[in-house]
C-alpha cells in the first residue's frame, strides 16, 4: 500500500498537535512547580480529569482539534478508558461498564508491562550523575 | 559524668576519638573534600550486585580500616554503635556481623554519626575501654527505600539534597592524647509541621537551633568559645534558615558556623541542589576531615549538632536532633 | 521577626526562604519536548492511518510505539535525563506512564523476578490504573443510568 507522505506530515494537524500537547504538558509543570504533588499524583490528577471530561464529552473535541496532540498526554490515557466503558455499555449494558474501559486501553497496559519486563531483564539502573 | 543544666552530659574523664576512618563513593570522590578520605570508590556497586550489599561492603571496610589504623585487634574492643538509613538498619547489621563485637543498632536518620559517639562517649565514662561507632548511607539504597526509582525521570527540586555514599566509623578510648568528647547534649525531637520531604534542611533546622540554645545555655558559654560549629546536613536552606534563627535569639554564628552537607560537595560543578545528606555525610566528613583538622590542631574546640529527619516512606514527619561536643585541650 | 513563632510562620518563612524552581525555563522544555513527543505519536498515527488502520487502532499503535521507546530509553539510563530536563514534557506523554512502570521493574530486579519486578512494578504507576480504571467505571454506569446522549453536556 503507498503511503501519502504529504498526509502524513500534513502541517496544520501537527502544528495543531504539537500547541495542544505543549500546553497540557505546561499545565503539568506548573503543578510540579508551584505544589508539592508527587508525580504519581499528577498522573492521577491527568488521568481522572481525562476521564472524567471525556465522559462529559468535552475532551472528545479536544480529541477531534488536535488528534494526538490530546490522546498521547494522560489525559488521553483516562479520556479512552471512559470512551471504551460508554462504547461497552452501548454494545453490553452494565458488564461494559466494566470491560469497555481496560479493553479501549489494553494495547498501552500490556505494552507497559511486557516491555518493562523486557527493559528490566536486560538492563540494569545507574546511578544519576547529575 | 554529671549532668550540668537541662540536657548536657559533662565528662570527667573526657574519653579520646582514637582514630576515625571514612570511605565515600564517586561523587563524593569529585567533591572538594576528596583527598581527606582514607579511599574513594569508582562506582556505586563495589563489586556487588546490589546496592544493599555494596552499602554494607563500604561500612565493613571502613570499620576495618579504621581498625587498622588504631593498631589495635578488634578483640580489644568493648562494644560498637552503628546504624544506617535502611530498613532496621541493615546495612550495618550485615556489614558488621563478622567481626564478633558486642552490637548496639542505632537509628538516629541522618544524625546516627553523632548519636553512637554520644552513646559510646557514655559506655567509654562507664565500663568500656575502647568503644567503635560507625555509619554509612548510600545515594542509590537510600533513593529506592525514601523516593523514586533511579531510572524514573523527574526533576530534583532546588530544595532536595543528596544522599551521601560513604562510611565514617571512629574508634573512642579511655586513654589517650584527645582529640576529646567533653559535653554532650542530646536534643530533643522538634517539630515545626514541615512536610515537604524534598527540603529536610528547614524540617531539621529549627531542632538544630534548640539543641545549640540549649547547649550554650547548660555550659554557660558563647558561640564564639568555639572555634567552629557545624551541623549535620542541614544543606545550603538549612544553614542560612538556622542563622537567622539563632539571630532572632540572639545569637551570631554567622562567622563560625558551617554545614557538612555544604562542605563534601561542589554546589556548583556538581548540581546537588542544597548540599549532601544522609548518615554518612557527617559520618565521613567528621571521620575524614574535621578529625584531621582536630588531630593537627587546627581546629581546637568544636561543637557538631547532627540532625535527623525522623522519617519513613509512609510518614514523611521529622525531626529530632542530637548534638554533640567536642573539644580539643 | 523570630521565625519559630509557631508552625504557621515557620512555613510562611521557610516557604520565603526556599528558592524557587526556574519555572519559566521548565515551562518552555516542558512546551517543547512535550509537543516534540506527540507530534512524533501524530506522524506515527497518520502513517497508521495511511496504512488502512481505523483511529482506536491507530492511537493502540502509537501508544505501544513510544511506549516501547521509553522502555528502550530507561533501559538505556537516558531517560532519566531526558526526565530531569523536560519535567512534565516527559511525564504527562504516555512517555511518562511508561517510564513509571520500567523504572520500578529495573529497580527492584535485585528483589527477585516474582516479587522484585512482577511485585513493584506497578509501585507508581498502580494508582494511575486504579483511578483511571474506577472513573471509567463509574463513567460507564453513569451513562447507563442516565441511558441517553444528554449525558453528552456539551
Known amino acids: ?13 501537527l502544528l495543531k498537535c504539537f500547541v495542544t500537547s505543549g500546553l497540557i504538558c505546561v499545565i503539568g509543570q506548573i503543578l510540579i512547580d508551584k505544589t508539592k504533588l508527587t508525580p504519581a499524583k499528577i498522573l492521577v490528577i491527568f488521568v481522572t480529569t481525562g476521564a472524567i471530561l471525556g465522559g462529559l464529552g468535552i475532551y472528545q473535541y479536544l480529541v477531534d482539534f488536535a488528534g494526538s496532540g490530546a490522546t498521547v498526554p494522560l489525559t488521553g490515557f483516562g479520556y479512552n478508558l471512559a470512551k471504551g466503558a460508554i462504547e461497552g455499555v452501548q454494545q453490553y449494558g452494565l458488564v461494559g461498564a466494566f470491560t469497555g474501559g481496560v479493553k479501549a486501553a489494553a494495547g498501552g497496559i500490556a505494552a507497559a508491562v511486557f516491555f518493562g519486563y523486557l527493559a528490566a531483564l536486560i538492563s540494569k539502573p545507574k546511578m544519576k550523575k547529575q | 559524668m554529671e549532668k550540668i543544666g537541662e540536657q548536657t552530659i559533662k565528662f570527667n574523664t573526657p574519653p579520646t576519638i582514637l582514630e576515625c576512618a571514612a570511605i565515600v563513593g564517586p561523587k563524593e570522590a569529585q567533591g572538594p573534600l ?27 571496610e571502613t570499620v576495618s580500616t579504621v581498625i587498622s589504623k588504631a593498631g589495635i585487634s578488634s578483640k580489644e574492643i568493648d562494644c560498637m554503635f552503628a546504624g544506617d538509613l535502611l530498613n ?52 542509590c539504597s537510600a533513593e529506592k527505600q525514601f523516593r523514586f526509582p533511579l ?15 560513604g562510611s565514617g566509623a571512629a574508634i573512642l578510648s579511655k586513654s589517650g ?52 560549629i557545624f551541623s549535620g546536613d542541614l544543606g545550603y536552606i538549612g544553614k542560612e534558615i538556622v542563622i537567622d534563627i539563632l539571630k532572632s535569639k540572639g545569637y551570631n554564628i554567622k562567622s563560625n558556623y558551617n554545614d557538612c552537607g555544604v562542605l563534601i560537595f561542589d554546589k556548583t560543578s556538581q548540581d546537588t541542589h542544597s548540599g549532601g545528606s544522609g548518615c554518612a555525610c557527617c559520618g565521613t566528613v567528621f571521620s575524614g576531615y574535621l578529625f584531621k583538622q582536630l588531630r593537627e590542631k587546627k581546629l581546637k574546640k568544636i561543637l557538631l549538632i547532627a540532625t535527623g529527619a525522623l522519617t519513613n516512606s509512609t510518614t514523611t514527619q521529622q525531626g529530632e536532633t542530637i548534638p554533640r561536643n567536642c573539644t580539643r585541650n | ?47 497508521c492511518k495511511e496504512r488502512g488502520f481505523d483511529t482506536q487502532m491507530s492511537g493502540t ?88 446522549q444528554s449525558i453528552t453536556l456539551v
Open chain 1, 1 to 13: 500500500m503507498d503511503i501519502d507522505w504529504s498526509n502524513v506530515f500534513e502541517w496544520t494537524t
Open chain 2, 88 to 139: 532496621q538498619c541493615i546495612s550495618s547489621c550485615f556489614g558488621l556481623r563478622q567481626l564478633n563485637i558486642p552490637f548496639f543498632g542505632v537509628f538516629g536518620a541522618c544524625s546516627t554519626f553523632v548519636e553512637s559517639l554520644m552513646l559510646g562517649s557514655i559506655c567509654v565514662e562507664g565500663f568500656a575501654n575502647k568503644v567503635l561507632c560507625a555509619t554509612s548511607s548510600h545515594f
Open chain 3, 61 to 148: 499503535i502509537v501508544s505501544i510505539i513510544l511506549i516501547g521507546i521509553v522502555a528502550f530509553l530507561t533501559g538505556l539510563n537516558l531517560f532519566n535525563k531526558i526526565g530531569k530536563f523536560a519535567g512534565a514534557g516527559s511525564l504527562i506523554p504516555i512517555t511518562g506512564f511508561a517510564n513509571s512502570i520500567v523504572s520500578p521493574a529495573m529497580e527492584y530486579k535485585s528483589e527477585g523476578h516474582v516479587m522484585g519486578i512482577g511485585g513493584k512494578m506497578f509501585t507508581v504507576a498502580g494508582p494511575v490504573l486504579v483511578f483511571g480504571i474506577s472513573t471509567s467505571i463509574v463513567v460507564g454506569i453513569l451513562y447507563l443510568i442516565f441511558n441517553a
Open chain 2, 34 to 60: 576528596a583527598k581527606y578520605f582514607d579511599q574513594t570508590l569508582d562506582d556505586e556497586f563495589w563489586g556487588e550486585k546490589t546496592w544493599e550489599k555494596a552499602e554494607s561492603k563500604i561500612i565493613k
Open chain 2, 177 to 228: 592524647k584527645g582529640p576529646y568528647v567533653t559535653n554532650i547534649t542530646p536534643g530533643k525531637i522538634v517539630d515545626m509541621g514541615i512536610k515537604d520531604a524534598n527540603n529536610m534542611g528547614a524540617a531539621m533546622a529549627p531542632a538544630f537551633a534548640d539543641t545549640l540554645i540549649s547547649h550554650l545555655v547548660d555550659t554557660g558559654r558563647n558561640p564564639s568559645y568555639y572555634d567552629a
Open chain 3, 1 to 47: 521577626m523570630d521565625p519559630l513563632e509557631s508552625k504557621e510562620t515557620y512555613k510562611q518563612y521557610v516557604d520565603k526562604k526556599s528558592p524557587n524552581s526556574p519555572i519559566l525555563k521548565n515551562c518552555f522544555n516542558a512546551f517543547w519536548v512535550g509537543g516534540l513527543i506527540c507530534s512524533i505519536g501524530q506522524i506515527i498515527f497518520n502513517i
Open chain 2, 151 to 165: 531510572e524514573l525521570g523527574n526533576q530534583r527540586p532546588p530544595s532536595s539534597q543528596w544522599t551521601v555514599t
